[in-house]
């Protein structure tokens, strides 16, 4: 079946450090959606992702989907403690399928 | 406020209880989603239904048994759990269901059980 791997699984910035999580499909993915979940919340929809090659930017958060349509990452500028929280990727044909996560600490 | 309301927050239960996960979404949209989130594991999706109907069960065990009586509404029914099955249970809802392009899912805040 489809996976999606993302690395790292945790990741620890000094605040104004920059950060990136990349996570890669065993396939190829029609879409590719992150999302957002804070200590103790719920995940949170940030952006999607539809066209090879796309980059989109949201303030400091730059996303990019491949040009085979099976990886992608985001890349944070000069973290805040705000970012904390673990970033998910998620993707598929049918069904999204979500990555592992990668957890950011950032230290002030 | 996330236009998903999951019902309990926390729940307790005994491995031969029955009880119910409850989830309603005030969106319009017209799917839903159990997801179950385990301690260092993705997101597991369970269950996906579209415009009421069952769409996609993971392989899921038969001690969960979902219900989806409108296109607002998602129950969980739970029996004969067992401590494994402890997880934050996760209800989403999106535009779209079962295509290519789901939409961004919106997530409630989760029922977080507990399998004594």
């Known amino acids: 079946g489809q996976q999606v791997m993302q690395i790292p699984q945790y990741q620890h910035v000094q605040e104004g450090e920059d950060f990136t999580t990349y996570c890669n499909s065993s396939t190829t993915l029609s879409n590719i959606q992150w999302y957002k979940q804070r200590p103790g919340g719920h995940p949170v929809f940030l952006i999607q992702l539809v066209k090879s090659g796309e980059v989109k930017k949201q303030k400091r958060l730059t996303f990019q989907f491949g040009e085979a349509k099976k990886n992608s990452s985001l890349h944070i500028t000069a973290t805040q403690t705000t970012d904390v929280g673990t970033y998910f990727c998620?993707?598929?044909?049918?069904?999204?399928?979500f990555g592992s996560g990668t957890q950011l600490t950032v230290l002030p | 406020e996330t236009g998903v309301t999951q019902t309990p927050r926390h729940l307790v239960m005994g491995m031969t209880n029955k009880k119910s996960l409850k989830c309603e979404q005030h969106l319009g949209h017209n799917a839903m989603y159990w997801y179950k989130q385990s301690a260092k594991k993705p997101l597991e999706l369970m269950f996906v239904y579209n415009f009421k109907e069952q769409t996609e069960n993971n392989s899921v065990p038969s001690r969960f048994s979902p219900e989806c009586p409108n296109s607002s509404h998602l129950f969980l029914h739970l029996h004969t759990l067992q401590p494994e099955d402890s997880a934050l249970y996760l209800c989403?809802?999106?535009?779209?269901?079962?295509?290519?392009?789901?939409?961004?899912?919106?997530f409630g805040e989760g029922s977080r059980l507990t399998v004594l």
């Open positions: 989403a809802s999106s535009q779209y269901g079962g295509r290519p392009n789901t939409g961004e899912l919106f």
């Open positions: 998620a993707g598929g044909i049918r069904q999204l399928t």
